[in-house]
C-alpha cells in the first residue's frame, strides 16, 4: 500500500490513476470527505482524513502502508517542515520506499518553494531510506486555467515576460513516470529531471502553437501582477503563498527557466515524453466546453 499526500490535487490524482492501472493500492491522505471522494474518484483504494502537519495523523495514515508517496501542499511557507515530519514518520515505519515530487532545478534561491525542496530531498537521502525524487517542471496543462480568457479576449496573459523561455511536462507523463517508479527498484536512489522540451518555450512561441490549432491570432499579454494577485483563483492563498508565487514569476521574467532533457523522462516511461505540440492537439481533441481547468 502506498500512501499519497496531496492525494486531492492534479499531482496526486494523476499519480493515483496511474498508480491504479498498475494494480499499485493507493491510500490518498487527504483533509476532508469532498478530497477523499476526488481522490476515490481518481483510483485510490482507500482514503485517510486527517491534518498533514499532525503528527499523530502522519503516523496513523501509514500504518500498513510500506512506502510513501510525498507531495507538498502548494506554495507553502512550511514545507521543510512538513517534509521532515513525515521523513521522520516513514522512517520510524520502515517503509521501504519514499517517492518526493520535488521541482526542476531546486538550487534556485531566487525561488523559495524550489530551494525548500532541495532541503527536504537532502533530509530524503539522510533517512538512509530507498528512495527516488521526481523533478518536474511547469506542466503543460497550465495553459488551461486561462483558456476560457485566452478564447474570449484571444490574449493569453501572465505576470512575466513572454519572452523568456520555460521547460514544460504533460502533467500526465509526470504521473505515469511516478507510478513507474514506484513499481519497479529499477530506478532507486536517483533525482530526475521530467521535461518534454529542450531549451524551453516562450510564451509567444506557444500563442504561435495557440493560434494555429485555435485558427485566430492569440497574442502574448504581461499582466500587472497586483491585478494578477486579486484574481479570484488567489483569494484563500496566505500572504506567504503569494509571496512565493511573486518571486517565482519574478524569477521568470528575468531569467525564464530552461532546464532539463526529455531524454530523462523518456527512460522512465520507456516511450518518448510527450512534446507541447502532442499535448495541445490532445487538448484540442476534447469537446470545448472540456478544455478549461474546473479545479
Given amino acids: 500500500m502506498i500512501l499519497v499526500t496531496g492525494a486531492a490535487g492534479l499531482s496526486g490524482r494523476t499519480a493515483i490513476g496511474a498508480m491504479a492501472r498498475r494494480s499499485l493500492h493507493t491510500r490518498a491522505f ?108 511547469n506542466y503543460m496543462r497550465n495553459v488551461t486555467w486561462a483558456w476560457e480568457l485566452l478564447v474570449r479576449e484571444r490574449v493569453y ?40 522540451t529542450v531549451g524551453g518555450l516562450t510564451r509567444r512561441q506557444l500563442c504561435a502553437m495557440l493560434s494555429e490549432r485555435l485558427g485566430v491570432e492569440i497574442r502574448p499579454e504581461v499582466a500587472d501582477w497586483d491585478d494578477w494577485r486579486r484574481l479570484p483563483r488567489y483569494a484563500r492563498w496566505s500572504s506567504e503563498q503569494l509571496r512565493r508565487l511573486q518571486c517565482m514569476f519574478a524569477y521568470y521574467d528575468r531569467h525564464g527557466l530552461r532546464g532539463g532533457n526529455p531524454a530523462v523522462l523518456s527512460m522512465l516511461l520507456g516511450r518518448p515524453a510527450t512534446t507541447y505540440e502532442q499535448y495541445l492537439d490532445r487538448l484540442m481533441a476534447l469537446p470545448p466546453q472540456q478544455r478549461a481547468a474546473r479545479d
Avoid at 30 to 59: C, H, I, K, Y
Avoid at 90 to 107: E, F
Avoid at 161 to 178: F, K, Q, R, Y
Fill in 157 to 196: 496573459r501572465l505576470p512575466y515576460s513572454a519572452d523568456t523561455p520555460l521547460s514544460w511536462v504533460d502533467s500526465d507523463d509526470v504521473g505515469e513516470a511516478a507510478a513507474v517508479v514506484h513499481a519497479t527498484d529499477r530506478f532507486d536512489q536517483g533525482a530526475y529531471e521530467l521535461c518534454g
Fill in 30 to 137: 487527504v483533509r476532508d470527505e469532498a478530497q477523499a471522494l476526488q481522490a476515490r474518484e481518481a483510483g485510490a483504494a482507500e482514503t485517510f482524513v486527517g491534518d498533514l502537519r499532525n503528527p499523530a495523523d502522519a503516523a496513523a495514515a501509514l500504518r500498513g502502508c510500506d512506502a510513501l508517496h510525498l507531495i507538498a501542499p502548494r506554495l507553502v511557507g512550511d514545507e521543510v517542515a512538513i517534509g521532515l515530519s513525515r521523513l521522520a514518520a516513514a522512517r520510524q515505519a520502515g517503509l521501504r520506499k519514499v517517492v518526493y515530487q520535488g521541482v526542476s532545478h531546486p538550487w534556485i534561491q531566487d525561488m523559495p518553494h524550489h530551494w525548500d525542496k532541495l532541503l527536504v530531498q537532502r533530509a530524503i537521502e539522510e533517512t538512509g531510506l530507498p528512495f527516488v525524487v521526481l523533478q518536474p517542471t
